[in-house]
């Protein structure tokens, strides 16, 4: 089981549309982090790894992108999930707190299974919000996937509004004023 706070489809979260999965926990506790409500297990639904597969599936996008929370402390199914997902032909692009370091051998599989990786603990004090896919400039994209190089080249600030009947959703650094009243998240 994999413990899932929200699932979407997303085209900031790394290249293309994308199905983004936001998991729940993360022990790390960066000063600063804003997705704090993530931090805790208890904040996510147990979600199998078939069930995920079937929304992938469902969701007629070009890849899979892994964030949270701390994706890298899910557990062997992550590594299962990304199998499958490989195995459709989808890619993954994975969002980590950890540095390459520090990982066990269960943690490099999956990164190892992921076309592109952003690394690192968020760093309050090296904020900047106009970097493509990381909050502070000590975060690293590494990309295992030449073909990929392409769609990571420029640093941007970006911002996708989802608008639907009852609801807008903020995703990536919207401006202070559209925060307010507003559901938003905000990458690593
Ligand atoms: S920024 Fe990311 S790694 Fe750091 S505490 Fe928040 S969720 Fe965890």
């Not at 699932?7 to 199905?19: A, D, L, N, P, V």
């Not at 936001?22 to 790894?49: H, I, P, Q, Y």
């Not at 295992?144 to 911002?159: G, I, K, M, P, W």
Request: charged share 30%; glycine share 8%.
């Amino acid at each position: 089981m994999l413990t899932v706070y929200a699932t979407e489809t997303s085209e900031i979260y790394g290249h293309g549309k994308r199905f983004v999965i936001w998991f729940s926990g993360c022990t790390l506790r960066c000063k600063g982090c804003m997705n704090k409500e993530l931090w805790d297990r208890s904040s996510g639904k147990e979600t199998a790894v078939k069930d995920l597969l079937s929304q992938i599936i469902d969701s007629n996008t070009k890849g899979v992108t892994y964030i949270g929370g701390e994706p890298l402390q899910q557990g062997e199914d992550l590594l299962i999930l990304s199998k499958h997902i490989r195995e459709l032909g989808l890619d993954i692009v994975l969002f980590t707190g950890y540095e390459l370091e520090e990982l066990n051998e269960l943690q490099k599989s999956i990164v190892n299974l992921s076309s592109v990786i952003i690394t690192g603990r968020y760093d309050e004090s090296k904020r900047n919000t106009y970097l493509t896919h990381r909050g502070s400039s000590n975060q690293r994209i590494i990309i295992q996937d030449e073909s990929l190089e392409q769609f990571y080249s420029e640093e941007a600030r970006q911002v996708e509004i989802i608008i639907t009947e009852d609801s807008e959703t903020y995703l990536g650094f919207p401006e202070d004023f559209l925060n307010d009243d507003n559901q938003s998240k905000e990458r690593h």
